[in-house]
């Protein structure tokens, strides 16, 4: 149980801030979008995270640990790279926002027939390429960003399990 626990933290740890870097790449006005399909890639794996952590922490609640795992000694570090990555991602969103390049989009972009729309509720408005493109970054920005929070808070359940191992 030790080494799921240490094993977990690190998966837990790396894959919020490979998430991390897809939103700054999304932040980042002069980088062509990401594709829509990222989105799952973030998605997922917070998702799974979170019902991973949360599971860890009822089985040491119930069981508790037999041997000391490499977490308990080191739950501060834990809590502050997630705080790290929270305040980055923080940072990330506001500063798009101040700069005005990262309005939410009127609907969802899509291309028909090579030409650019949004399509609103089922009817297509016709944009510029550069107009899709900043919607596409706008959407990839808005949900890869949940997904940090999400892998963040898996991240700092694990942390705290291990802070109360180490008591």
Do not use: C
Not at 106 to 131: D, F, K, W
């Amino acid at each position: 149980m030790a080494r799921l626990l240490d094993t977990l933290v690190v998966i837990a740890a790396v894959v919020p801030a490979l998430t991390l870097l897809a939103v700054i790449w999304a932040a980042i006005p002069a980088l062509p979008p990401l594709p829509l399909g990222v989105v799952v890639l973030g998605v997922l794996p917070a998702i799974a995270l979170l019902i991973a952590s949360d599971r860890t922490r009822k089985t040491l609640n119930k069981r508790g640990i037999a041997e000391r795992p490499l977490t308990a000694d080191r739950w501060r570090q834990v809590l502050t790279a997630a705080a790290a990555m929270f305040a980055v991602l923080a940072v990330t969103v506001i500063a798009v926002k101040i700069a005005g390049t990262g309005g939410w989009p009127a609907g969802q972009p899509t291309i028909s027939g090579g030409h650019y729309y949004l399509n609103v509720h089922g009817g297509l408005l016709p944009v510029t390429e550069s107009e899709y493109r900043q919607a596409l970054k706008s959407l990839v920005l808005l949900f890869m960003s949940g997904s940090v929070v999400l892998e963040l808070a898996a991240l700092t359940t694990l942390g705290l399990a291990g802070k109360r191992l180490s008591a």
